[in-house]
């Protein structure tokens, strides 16, 4: 009883019950147990409660006081002994209920606003990577369709990765003056509508003229995905926000083929596309129904002016971390789409062996990814966690192009490979962001991750040249030399820019 009536009392007022001072033990006489009679609870004390002894007037003046009673306080103003009504001094009636409350409210509903954002924004990387497989499952299908050959479906691919390509910095500057939410919100619709008119139009050049349509909604996505999440979540968190939204894109290329199939099986590949289209306003419904939520105060000031923004962009920290996305994407594209038919020229491994080892590495991947971002909110040494992480992806990647593993341990290496380069994603999200001005997130991002498609366009460029000059072992050395390339625009030192510079 005493143990409760002590947290109740510490629950209400911030204070204990006094305590014996042979036991210890908490006492509840006078108005105290009065008070714990009435309710446990209360929160209304005894209009008379004991006067603490006054303190002895100066030296100088050891006349007696006449007490008196003292006039009428207002409702929770503060009293000489520090208890008025059940409040600390200070405090009205309610402030223990107050403290409670407010404690609760910093551990649940201020941290969801910015999860609520997390969720929509990695939803919206969901269906950005969902779209950008979208033709690559169907194309049998649609090249039946229209009589076509495979280059000139190759057409569709070049219109969307081209404009994408192109006007992805354009739209990072747009999103820190416009705004990330609204932009992306359009960039979803846009999206969903193109590959919606894809699916219902009868001609084939309309249907490449829809893609480029797409290409121009894609522009948004890293831009105004990394501008929301570096505005809108606490700097805590903001590693495990890069890690969820990450693996979000990698689960909506993971899912793609299967459901895109299967809607196929339904309905053709015209309702594949009206399916996928329908899924991209599905998104941005829940978007417009995200409330913007608190901006943290580092993204509080307002963007750089263009031409101080053209010069942040083309800052060598900046272009360093261009360099560095270009590099991951080459040796990512290398390994994701030349693995396979690298591993059968070189060391005879069986198709099913090597996607199995492909899709461990791919797997892992995805799991380290999340990994980093459980890493990165234990250390601030970003740098050094994707220098380790791009150093084993060397190692492992060049032993695999080396030695003739059987299926196991191939598996288990392509695998070891993959864990380490998701492992980095989260902190090569950090890297970019320490070096980034407030109110610029939009541009940084959108100017850096131009390097995936600057990447993707180079890696056929050197892959596939040689595969045709049989020279399948130089596909995993030049792997792992790149990965060991890219640790020097890791480790060059960086230093955080400011709007003036």
Same mark, same amino acid.
């Given at each position: 009883m005493a143990k409760s009536l002590r947290a109740a009392t510490v629950a209400i007022i911030g204070r204990s019950l006094p305590t014996c001072r042979r036991c210890r033990k908490a006492t509840s006489t006078g108005p105290w147990r009065r008070a714990a009679r009435r309710s446990p609870i209360s929160t209304t004390w005894p209009s008379t409660p004991r006067q603490p002894p006054a303190s002895p007037p100066p030296r100088s003046d050891r006349r007696p006081q006449k007490f008196r009673r003292s006039?009428?306080?207002?409702?929770?103003?503060?009293?000489?002994?520090?208890?008025?009504?059940?409040?600390?001094?200070?405090?009205?009636?309610?402030?223990? &209920?107050? &403290?409670?409350?407010?404690?609760?409210?910093?551990?649940?509903?201020?941290h969801a606003p910015h999860v609520r954002i997390v969720g929509a924004v990695s939803a919206a990387h969901f269906v950005s990577h969902y779209y950008i497989i979208l033709l690559a499952p169907l194309m049998p299908f649609v090249r039946a369709e229209y009589g076509v050959t495979y280059t000139e479906i190759g057409f569709a691919f070049a219109a969307f990765n081209v404009v994408s390509a192109a006007l992805q910095t354009p739209a990072g500057f747009i999103v820190d003056r416009v705004g990330a939410r609204p932009l992306l919100i359009g960039g979803l619709l846009l999206g969903a509508f193109a590959f919606i008119a894809a699916g219902l139009i009868d001609s084939f050049w309309v249907f490449v003229a829809m893609f480029a349509v797409a290409g121009i909604g894609n522009t948004v996505y890293h831009p105004a995905d990394y501008a929301m999440l570096s505005q809108h979540v606490p700097a805590r968190s903001i590693g495990q926000a890069f890690s969820v939204h990450t693996f979000a894109g990698m689960l909506g290329s993971a899912v793609a083929p299967?459901?895109?199939?299967?809607?196929?099986? $339904?309905?053709?590949?015209?309702?594949?596309f009206v399916?996928?289209? &329908?899924?991209? &306003?599905?998104?941005?419904?829940?978007?417009?129904m995200t409330g913007e939520g608190p901006v943290t105060p580092h993204s509080r000031q307002a963007a750089a002016p263009d031409q101080s923004a053209w010069s942040l962009l083309f800052s060598a920290p900046i272009v360093l971390n261009?360099? $560095?996305?270009?590099?991951?994407?080459?040796?990512?594209?290398?390994?994701?789409?030349?693995?396979?038919?690298?591993?059968?020229?070189?060391?005879?491994?069986?198709?099913?062996t090597a996607n199995t080892a492909l899709t461990g590495f791919l797997l892992l991947s995805a799991i380290g990814v999340l990994m980093g971002g459980l890493l990165v909110a234990r250390t601030s040494r970003h740098g050094l966690v994707t220098a380790l992480g791009l150093a084993a992806t060397g190692v492992f990647t060049f032993i695999v192009g080396e030695v003739d593993f059987g299926a196991v341990m191939l598996v288990v290496a392509m695998s070891l490979a993959g864990l380490a380069a998701g492992i980095i994603s989260p902190s090569r999200d950090m890297i970019v962001r320490e070096v980034t001005p407030p109110g610029s997130f939009g541009k940084v991002f959108g100017f850096v991750t131009t390097g995936f498609n600057i990447g993707g366009i180079i890696a056929p460029l050197i892959f596939g040249p040689l595969m045709d000059h049989g020279s399948p072992r130089l596909v995993f050395l030049v792997v792992a030399v790149l990965s060991m390339l890219t640790i020097l625009t890791v480790l060059t030192r960086r230093r955080p820019l400011t709007q003036n510079e």
């Open positions: 006039p009428r306080r207002a409702h929770g103003a503060p009293s000489p002994w520090g208890l008025y009504r059940g409040g600390a001094a200070g405090h009205s009636p309610d402030a223990g &209920i107050h &403290i409670m409350t407010e404690t609760t409210e910093s551990l649940g509903s201020a299967f459901s895109l199939l299967l809607m196929q099986d $339904f309905w053709g590949w015209r309702g594949a399916g996928a289209g &329908i899924l991209g &306003i599905a998104v941005a419904a829940l978007l417009a261009l360099v $560095f996305f270009m590099l991951i994407a080459i040796t990512n594209a290398g390994l994701s789409n030349y693995s396979v038919v690298a591993l059968g020229v070189l060391h005879g491994t069986p198709v099913a």
